[in-house]
């Protein structure tokens, strides 16, 4: 009776315990709720101050970046502003629309509606100011685009600068407030903590002394008693439970090994002589394998070339005991062609009881690829050989024809002049003046002739201009000559004003381009309009060819390398190459041609 009345008041005594103890969980967790939900909403309060005075600040910015916009704009004269006038506008709409977030909160950027008494003020002091910037900057706008009243400019300018170093000052001071601001309530915020930290210490404190510790040596005797029962059945069940999960996990390594071996290897067991003990799933498939050939040696079960067989019997003979590894050719029954990485393992089962592990890989796959990538190497080198036969010929064809062009200059016009000259000398006579007079004139004009003939035949060989003063001035002359010589209007721009000197073998090799697609707009575009124009940077000098000719297909032109036009497009690609240069050719036909050169300065010379 004494132990029955016993149990029942432990049973009270841990059920009012049970309760104090739940009451003290459930006064933690409410506690730290609490305490998360103002934390939470602090630190929101203190992003979206951050966010404020991080927008503030940037106001500032952009007020000292739309004065500095609008003094470049005034004191520098340009054609072209529409771009800086954009510029312009967005950084104006940008600042209004920051200003109204910051005045009037924002959804958006989680602005407050709400302000403080002080900051209400200093924005109602700085809006004349943000106003008096905001239509001055677009009149002034207004007047740069429609181009009137410029005279008004400056007096818009004097008043955008006063009324921004204004908003400069009363800005600071809204920064300032908003920092003030920020500071107050992350000192609320501290204490708020403080007290939650002091409250929940005292819980705990609390639930130690009156719940955690009669509870805590209640426990104890409980768990005393139910360990002492416990410990026997533990020892009784721990050898056995111990030994079949071993088992077990063994059994289960054993099927995964074998599982992956038979479907992911291509393996197979053979003995030292060859005979074949075992083959996996994924080989056998392979090799076509069943049990009816199992009576045969793995040599012939893995090839049908003979060759083959006796190679891999060799190899078996001769490195059972040290193993191999390497790639091998095999001929399956369907005549198709398989290249293995096969590695031969030698395995000892017992003792003098030998076996071979044989795992290989399909690599016929790789080995093709191979084989194609040597194939496409041997071709491509075929046809560049080819390629530059061809242009070799070209080029000893081109030397050939410009050296007798040449000496049909010289042989049909300087010649000829110069045998005329030759006789008109030895005609003169001394003794009649006025017919020596006449002789002299005429032989003065010939001469002039003659120089000019042996001026324009050394311009085709080498232009004096480019040894002399470069390759802009080379240009200009060519431009000039060409436009002269066959009529069309051929212009040259130099829109950089480049005037320094390069390498004469970068500048020849500018100059033959630049002639070469000159030469080739006249003759195959039938263009009108030609406009040659350079240009450069630091690092990059380019020239660009335009015409309004009839234009090409550059694909189809591509294809023909044999043809004169093919071969021209080749030889500028192989002239460009050669100064490190680059070249990029669109031509639409029927509306016309742009060629470009770029050529890399990185060293200029003075």
Known sequence: MKKSNLEVSEKITFKNLRRLYFFALWTIAITVILSQLLIQYNLKQQLSDSKIINISGKQRMLSQRITKEVLILNFVSDTSQKKEIAHL?????????????????????????????????LYLEIKPNFDAVVETTELFLLNLEQKNNPEVNPKLVSVILKNESVFLSKMNEIVSQYDIEAHEKVTEQRKTEYWIFGFTLLVLILEFFFIFKPTNK?????????????????????????????????????????????????????????????????????????????????????????????NIDRIIFEKQRSGWQG?????????????????????????????????????????????????????????????????????????????????????????QMLTGLKFSLESINLDDKEKSAQKIEYLKKLSLDIIKGVRTATFNLMP???????????????????????????????????????????????????????????????????????????????????????????????????????????????????????????????????????????????
């Open 218 to 310: 209640k426990i104890e005797k409980l768990i005393a008693k139910l360990l002492s029962s416990q410990k026997k059945a533990l020892k009784l069940a721990y050898d056995t439970e111990v030994i079949s999960e071993i088992k077990e996990n063994s059994v289960k390594e054993l099927k995964s090994l074998n599982y992956a071996m038979e479907n992911t290897l291509l393996y197979c067991r053979i003995a030292p002589d060859g005979s074949i003990i075992h083959v996996g799933e994924k080989f056998a498939k392979l090799l076509n394998y069943t049990k009816f050939s199992s009576n045969k040696t793995f040599s012939k079960i893995l090839t049908v070339d003979e060759k083959e067989q006796r």
């Open 464 to 606: 004096p201009e480019l040894s002399d003063h470069g390759i802009v001035s080379s240009l200009s002359k060519l431009t000039q000559e060409l436009s002269k010589l066959t009529g069309k209007e051929i212009l040259f721009y130099n829109k950089t004003d480049f005037g320094q000197r390069l390498d004469s073998l970068i500048e020849i090799n500018i100059y033959r381009l630049t002639q070469e697609a000159i030469n080739n707009a006249i003759k195959y575009a039938e263009s009108t309009h030609i406009i040659v124009q350079l240009s450069h940077s630091e690092t990059l000098l380019s020239v660009i060819v335009d015409d309004n000719g009839k234009g090409f297909d550059k694909a189809a032109v591509e294809k023909k390398r044999n043809s004169e036009s093919g071969m021209g497009l080749l030889f500028m690609k192989e002239r460009i190459q050669y100064i490190n240069g680059r070249s990029f050719i669109n031509s639409i036909p029927g509306e016309g041609t742009r060629i470009t050169f770029n050529i890399p300065i990185s060293k200029l010379e003075n």
């Open 89 to 121: 506008r967005s950084l104006l709409s940008l600042w209004k629309i920051n200003q109204d977030a910051l005045e009037n909160g924002s959804d958006s950027l989680s602005f407050p509606k709400e302000k403080s008494e002080r900051l209400n003020e």
């Open 327 to 415: 790639e091998i050719k095999i001929l399956n029954r369907e005549d198709q062609t398989i290249w293995l990485d096969l590695s031969m393992v030698p395995v000892m089962i017992k003792k003098d009881e030998l076996e071979l592990l044989i795992v290989c890989f399909n690599i016929t796959e790789r080995k093709k690829a191979q084989q194609e990538v040597e194939r496409l190497n041997i071709e491509n080198s075929t046809e560049k050989i080819n390629q530059q036969k061809i242009i070799s010929s070209k080029i000893v064809e081109n030397q050939e024809n410009e050296q007798n062009r040449i000496a049909k200059e010289i042989h049909d016009g300087i010649g």
